[in-house]
């Protein structure tokens, strides 16, 4: 018997189960629209990060080219191309954060872990990540860790985070 395999074999069942829950909010033929959450979806199920085989596997999976997939992963800041820590910091810096002194946050962070914006810890617990917006100007400095949002932050409510996470 002939393989038919293809890259989308790649993606894991529950995966592929998550993904079709997105496409059949979209019109029908129009199954590329979830894009983003399939991208979302891999993501979580890797570490979070994307692979390009992953990539390719969500184009097979969607029906759309590869290059389309890739244009939204790089496009994007929500999304990774290479492996983070198991704690993804995201700073704001934009002006209503950067108003509010977030390259004091910035500053304290970089000095509390031993890297810079865009760099992991050695250990792989902690990546920091310059973003452009949380969307939460009144709250600023705001950060973000995982799902969760950290507003006003200090360098003593930055360090009480980061002894709170595991």
Not at 111 to 123: A, F, H, P, V
Not at 135 to 161: N, R, S
């Amino acid at each position: 018997m002939e393989s038919t395999n293809r890259k989308s074999d790649l993606l894991a069942p529950d995966v592929k189960e998550e993904i079709d829950k997105w496409v059949v909010k979209y019109p029908e033929g129009q199954k590329q629209s979830a894009v983003m959450a399939a991208l979302h979806i891999a993501q979580d199920a890797n570490n979070g990060w994307l692979t390009t085989g992953m990539m390719d596997a969500i184009a097979d999976y969607l029906d759309m080219p590869e290059i389309a997939v890739y244009e939204v992963a790089s496009f994007y800041s929500m999304y990774e191309l290479k492996p983070v820590g198991r704690h993804k910091i995201c700073v704001c810096t934009n002006i209503s954060c950067m108003l509010c002194d977030s390259e004091k946050v910035v500053g304290h962070l970089e000095n509390k872990l031993g890297i810079k914006l865009g760099e992991t810890t050695k250990d792989g617990k902690f990546t920091l990540k310059e973003v452009e917006c949380l969307g939460a100007c009144v709250d600023a400095p705001v950060l973000q860790v995982g799902k969760d949002y950290h507003a006003k932050m200090t360098p003593e409510k930055i360090d009480e985070l980061l002894d709170s996470l595991d």
